[in-house]
């Protein structure tokens, strides 16, 4: 007998990309089951594999930093008791870390990719389901966008859950209506300007030279790289990031704020009198409306 459940969960984290830096993401869960009927003639009580999958799924993978371990690029290291540094080498675009070991998901994969995602999360959950379940499969996928989108990672430090993390993110469509209709080249051009954008918030920016990483960060200075730490409930986060990969917001990063920041960069584009609607997503099916 087999049990599925699509739409599951949603995952929101970013990966670690040699070429394109830090890549926020989302991707959807769905899951199939199989096995012999219990007690109660199920599989699995559906609200029982929901919260179950959607647990071990939060707790190992969502809003955590995606690393490919056996890259030639990544280097991973324990420091004080709780907390890790990693570095990613790309030239004058490296990128460097020092957090807490839950903002990390290391994964045992030369890069990252939607199969080794898979493999990992299929390798958590094999290992944490009844006795009675013999088999699962899951598939991760990309919500379909119709128009235009962009990836991008961030941190909230004042956020009581795991959105605190430095280094999570999200793959977003983004609508800007003008008068009443949408305009797609706008929003063609915000998303190319959030192409795998970090964004961090001026509150949270330091000089580099005040970050603690290891020493494969001694050769970047505050010319190439933007240092961000701040102190959240889970600990002490901090990253240094290149500067053609970042853009600096004057407010935190959360959606509704977000929202509003698009909605003032466009606002001076338009011819004027114009209304103006942004509706900015966070990954699937949330999100924050401004309006100008």
Not at 114 to 119: A, D, P
Not at 218 to 238: C, K, L, N, V
């Amino acid at each position: 007998m087999n049990l599925f459940v699509r739409d599951l969960t949603v995952i929101d984290s970013s990966f670690i990309c040699e070429r394109r830096g830090v890549v926020g993401d989302s991707w959807i869960l769905d899951v199939t089951m199989s096995g012999e009927l219990n007690e109660m003639s199920m599989v699995l009580d559906f609200g029982r594999v929901k919260k179950q999958i959607k647990h071990l799924v939060d707790e190992h993978v969502d809003h955590r930093l995606l690393v490919p371990m056996k890259s030639d690029a990544i280097s991973y290291q324990s420091t004080k008791p709780g907390y890790a540094t990693l570095d990613v080498q790309r030239g004058a675009k490296s990128i460097h870390l020092q957090c807490p070991d839950e903002a990390y998901c290391l994964i045992d994969a030369e890069e990252i990719t939607l199969e080794s995602v898979t493999q990992h999360v299929y390798d958590i959950l094999r290992d944490n389901l009844p006795s009675n379940v013999t088999g699962i499969e899951i598939t991760l996928r990309n919500e379909h966008i119709a128009g235009a989108f962009y990836h991008y990672t961030h941190g909230l430090k004042k956020h009581d859950g795991n959105c605190q993390r430095i280094a999570h993110g999200h793959r977003s469509p983004i609508e800007i209506v003008v008068d009443g209709k949408r305009d797609s080249d706008k929003e063609a051009a915000f998303a190319k300007r959030w192409q795998d954008i970090y964004l961090g918030s001026q509150e949270d920016k330091v000089m580099v030279g005040e970050l603690e990483l290891s020493e494969l960060a001694q050769s970047i200075s505050d010319q190439s790289h933007y240092g961000f730490r701040y102190t959240a409930p889970q600990g002490e986060f901090q990253l240094a990031i290149p500067k053609e990969d970042t853009e600096i917001l004057p407010t935190d990063t959360t959606v509704e704020l977000l929202a509003g920041y698009i909605a003032d960069q466009v606002k001076p584009t338009l011819a004027g009198g114009e209304s103006l609607q942004i509706i900015a997503y966070e990954g699937v099916g949330k999100g924050a409306m401004a309006f100008r």
